[in-house]
């Protein structure tokens, strides 16, 4: 062989050892990246599966430690179905959590006795069946907007969670019945009582839907009754036009039976000659407010009653509590006062020359309630008297002229919680 062809050859093989080499080195780095990629792969894929497991494994943990067992559904129950505690373990806790733990206690049973609660979350649980309950509450004069305040159940009606063993079904009506025909009623006292919702303390929430101030002179009826747990005796009213108005407490101080009575006709009577006329205070002049303790949005009414030579021979004044004040003039004097009860009875009668020229004043001794001040005035005046009643949210007062004249004014106190009439319509 020549030694060209040699080289040649040895060159020949040469690339050939080199091409296998490079080929075996290119193969391995292949095979290691596929290693890598697949390690990595792996790593992702078992990560995944700790984290899904850690989570489940959290979870079931975290229903396993509660004091009342796992939960196995939650649901939304109606408040207004009523409970009282059952026995004297009955405890309200906090939480579920920390049920069982004097640290979470939210109500024993001494503070959580007498009460009306009801439940809004019902929890069922491995171990039995859990309320989240709030007790019964009262807006009054708040009325919805003290309801928009607690339906997340954050206050203080908030009594936190109790087996549903240790409550029981509670029915704060005991009876409720319609009427086959409505029963007429009239509006004696104004403001010792007002309308409500529901009546107090029987549902959830209740508040004061209507006052009388607007309605002493309506002829009003009621079309159902109810008893309450405490025996006491509501009616739902209604106005002749069937506007519903809402319960009220069923008493002869609140309302008076049968047809209303103008009191003008019913306590002046008059003689030849005489004539009468009606005055009835502005809805503007009573500022239109609502008073906790008071009617401050009743219009006053005042009748006059001249004989033939126009000279005031009686007044009958009705102030913002509805109650009616009679006084007796002959020339230009008061001579007599008669004051009436809310239901149109002689309470107090003066004919006391001193009082009748200074001022007269009836109220009750021992019971809290407007009094009504009579201030009378000298012949010197223009003024014949002044028919003040005083409050304990205002005064109103119903000024009478010698020329027959009335101006009736209503006063608030500045200090005290007014509501706007407006929310009571």
């Not at 040649?8 to 990629?37: E, F, H, M, P, Y």
């Not at 009262?138 to 206050?155: C, H, I, L, P």
């Not at 319609?178 to 009582?193: C, D, F, G, I, L």
């Not at 109810?226 to 009616?235: F, N, P, S």
Request: aromatic fraction near 12%; charge should be positive.
């Amino acid at each position: 062989m020549r030694i060209g062809e040699k080289l040649k050859t040895r060159d020949r093989i040469w690339s050939l050892l080199l091409i296998a080499l490079l080929g075996a080195t290119s193969s391995g780095c292949v095979n290691a990246a596929s290693k890598q990629q697949g390690s990595s792969a792996s790593t992702t894929s078992q990560s995944s599966t700790i984290k899904s497991s850690s989570t489940s494994s959290s979870s079931s943990v975290s229903s396993q430690e509660l004091p009342v067992g796992k939960i196995l559904s939650v649901e939304d129950v109606n408040p207004n179905i009523a409970y009282r505690v059952a026995d004297k373990q009955a405890t309200f806790y906090w939480s579920l959590k920390g049920y069982g733990k004097k640290s979470d206690i939210a109500s024993d049973n001494a503070t959580a006795q007498g009460l009306n609660f009801g439940a809004f979350k019902k929890y069922v649980t491995t171990k039995g069946i859990y309320y989240h309950m709030v007790s019964y509450n009262s807006g009054g004069f708040e009325k919805e907007k003290g309801w928009q305040r607690v339906t997340n159940y954050a206050d203080d009606s908030n009594f936190g969670y109790i087996n549903a063993n240790n409550v029981r079904r509670f029915y704060t009506v005991t009876s409720k019945w319609t009427y086959q025909q409505k029963k007429p009623y009239y509006v004696a006292n104004p403001y010792s009582h007002r309308i409500w919702n529901q009546p107090v303390y029987t549902v959830r929430y209740t508040f004061v839907s209507h006052v009388f101030d607007r309605l002493a002179t309506t002829q009003l009826y009621a079309t159902k009754e109810l008893i309450k747990h405490t025996g006491a005796h509501y009616v739902y009213l209604e106005t002749a036009g069937g506007k519903k108005l809402g319960w009220v407490y069923k008493s002869p101080k609140v309302l008076i039976a049968g047809k209303y009575r103008d009191p003008g006709k019913q306590l002046l009577h008059l003689k030849s000659g005489e004539k009468k006329a009606k005055h009835v205070q502005s809805v503007k002049s009573t500022k239109s407010r609502v008073g906790v303790n008071d009617s401050l949005a009743m219009p006053q009414r005042a009748y006059v009653v001249k004989n033939k030579q126009k000279q005031v021979k009686r007044v009958l004044v009705l102030g913002m509590d509805n109650r009616p004040t009679k006084i007796y003039f002959k020339n230009g004097h008061a001579i007599k006062e008669i004051n009436y009860t809310y239901r149109r009875k002689i309470w107090k009668v003066t004919t006391n020359k001193k009082k009748l020229r200074t001022h007269f004043t009836a109220r009750h001794t021992y019971i809290t309630s407007a009094e009504t001040r009579t201030n009378f005035y000298s012949s010197k005046s223009k003024k014949l008297a002044r028919v003040m009643t005083i409050g304990d949210d205002g005064i109103a007062t119903t000024t009478i002229y010698r020329s027959g004249h009335i101006v009736f004014k209503t006063s608030p106190f500045k200090e005290i919680i007014t509501y706007p009439y407006a929310n009571f319509k």
